[in-house]
């Protein structure tokens, strides 16, 4: 029935309110809700039935405490139930089994129809009001539950499932049997705040007889598990210990919490039961582990190749803006590296548009395919990640977790180019590049002019026309000066507009890989790190259900 989970003891609920019961079963619900497939199946149809049983129960709770007399074969169960009414209500026969249906006789004038039908226990006895105080008590007259008729058996844990109080009735052959222990006392061991066992037929034992069973049974009781409860020795030939089992009776009705202490008991086991299907503790995805997937899903993404054609990109771009006029118009025949890879436009150079419209816009990419090996790791960075989060979770709750860290290998390939074109792999241009472009078309034009200046007095002398001043600088001469001087000072400024290119290239290809990895980060995170944590979410939402399902 239930598992040998730890509980708090049973008399640690007693102050239970309804509300509290209540609020309970609702976390029990929840947990189930919430756990699903990744609970243990017959734990969690135990705690179903738990919860229809006490939703249904709670709003039946009244003056009415409801007694079951169960036992073997030939207890005597029915003769107590006899004695105990005051009338021959329940059948007595030597013929086995004697009693087929349940009984019930109910103390008292409050109507006790619904709770009667609750049960399903069609027949009744009204026992007016009476000196025994006893008035609010529905006591149930059950089949045996080792009868041969299996009918029989099925109706005697039907019952048992649902009544408040248990009164095992047994007797001096049979109070060692296995049925008994075994199947129902062991079973129901938590429940023995609401227990009571009646050794019957005391009267068949010889003097000191009864003391040496009762220590007997005492002590298979407490084998069993069962460590709050009480042996009464009873006969009804010679009313023994009828008393005592009034009292006990009358004591629980008095209290009327006998109802409230077996619905909370119900709970603490079916909470229990559920218990062993979540960890001790609540689990999340390593760092460690998401960045390995990041790597990997960089890699597949072809980040290495889009920082590379940006670094290219910008050194060339560099080069045709800084670079020598005379010779930068070369480089328009080269190809762009981010052309090639259908990455020249992103959602930076579309600003009319939003990210969402850029795949509508832009298509894919021209990114080479991932290898194999590459898609590999992809594959072995999400395992691990599903490995290290549900490291210490049941296997059900492990499964799920890994199941959530398998992506689907086309959605993931189709997302991460996705995320690639809608990073801005351009940025604002560096200043330097209109001073340098500027000082290098200045420089292109003094050494045009000094060109120029030289052929107008070369032809002039070839021409033997009137000398054209040169305005002489030391030495050399002014045409001379422009002309070398321009070219001189624009082929340095082109070294050094390289070097800065190489450099800005460098921090251009950092910054951009950041923001890639950034991308990446997202999808990964989309993909399978917050399928993982849904999974540790639900499962922690579960275990905070049960805890308080437990109180």
């Not at 929840?30 to 609970?39: D, F, H, K, V």
């Not at 008729?149 to 039907?158: D, F, G, M």
């Not at 049997?177 to 079973?187: I, K, P, S």
């Not at 997202?522 to 259900?545: K, M, W």
Request: proline residues 6%.
């Amino acid at each position: 029935m239930s598992p040998r989970s730890p509980l708090p003891r049973e008399d640690e609920t007693v102050a239970l309110s309804v509300e509290e019961i209540s609020a309970r079963t609702d976390a029990l619900g929840a947990a189930l809700e919430t756990g699903g497939t990744r609970l243990d199946p017959r734990a969690a149809e135990r705690a179903r039935q738990v919860v229809a049983k006490v939703s249904e129960r709670i709003g039946l709770i009244g003056d009415h405490t409801v007694v079951a007399l169960a036992g073997a074969t030939g207890s005597g169960k029915s003769s107590l139930f006899n004695v105990l009414t005051g009338a021959d209500v329940a059948t007595v026969g030597t013929r086995r089994p004697t009693t087929s249906t349940p009984t019930a006789a109910v103390w008292g004038e409050e109507p006790a129809g619904e709770l009667l039908d609750w049960l399903s226990v069609g027949a009744r006895h009204q026992i007016p009001p009476s000196q025994d105080q006893l008035d609010g008590l529905v006591l149930i007259d059950l089949p045996d539950f080792d009868s041969r008729e299996s009918a029989h058996r099925e109706e005697a844990e039907r019952v048992l499932e649902l009544v408040d109080v248990f009164v095992w009735v047994t007797d001096p052959q049979k109070y060692a049997d296995a049925v008994l222990h075994d199947e129902y006392v062991a079973v129901l061991r938590e429940y023995g705040a609401v227990t009571v066992v009646v050794l019957n037929q005391v009267d068949r034992l010889p003097a000191g007889g009864q003391e040496q069973i009762e220590a007997d049974l005492t002590r298979l009781l407490e084998r069993d598990g069962l460590e709050h409860h009480d042996v009464i020795g009873t006969s009804t030939v010679t009313a023994a210990g009828m008393d005592e089992l009034r009292s006990h009776l009358r004591r629980a009705v008095e209290h009327s919490d006998a109802p409230r202490r077996r619905l909370a008991a119900d709970l603490l086991t079916g909470a229990a039961a559920l218990a062993d299907s979540v960890a001790d503790t609540d689990a999340e995805v390593p760092e460690r582990t998401r960045d390995e997937l990041v790597d990997a899903l960089c890699r597949t993404a072809g980040v290495p190749t889009v920082v590379d054609a940006v670094a290219r990109d910008f050194r060339q771009e560099a080069w045709a803006r800084t670079g020598w006029p005379f010779t930068r118009w070369v480089r328009a025949f080269r190809p762009a590296p981010l052309k090639r890879l259908r990455l020249d436009k992103g959602a930076d150079a579309v600003p009319d548009i939003t990210d969402q419209d850029v795949r509508a816009v832009l298509g894919r990419s021209s990114i080479p395919p991932p290898a194999p090996a590459a898609r590999a790791a992809v594959d072995l960075a999400a395992r691990r990640i599903g490995t290290g989060a549900g490291e210490h979770l049941p296997t059900r709750w492990s499964d799920a977790v890994a199941d959530a860290a398998r992506p689907e290998d086309h959605d993931l390939a189709d997302a991460l180019d996705q995320a690639v074109l809608r990073t801005p792999l351009r940025a604002r241009k560096p200043w330097w590049w209109t001073f340098f472009g500027a000082l290098q078309i200045a420089f292109a034009l003094a050494a045009v002019i000094g060109l120029g200046w030289l052929v107008v007095v070369g032809l002039a002398s070839w021409l033997q026309l009137p000398a054209v001043p040169t305005a002489d600088i030391g030495p050399f001469a002014t045409p001379f000066l422009l002309l070398g001087g321009g070219l001189l000072a624009g082929l340095l400024l082109a070294a050094l507009a390289r070097w800065m290119a190489r450099a800005g290239a460098r921090r251009r290809g950092r910054t951009v890989e950041r923001r890639l990895r950034r991308s990446v980060g997202e999808v990964a995170d989309e993909r399978v790190i917050e399928p993982v944590q849904q999974v540790l979410a639900e499962h922690a939402g579960t275990r905070a259900s049960i805890r308080r399902a437990l109180g």
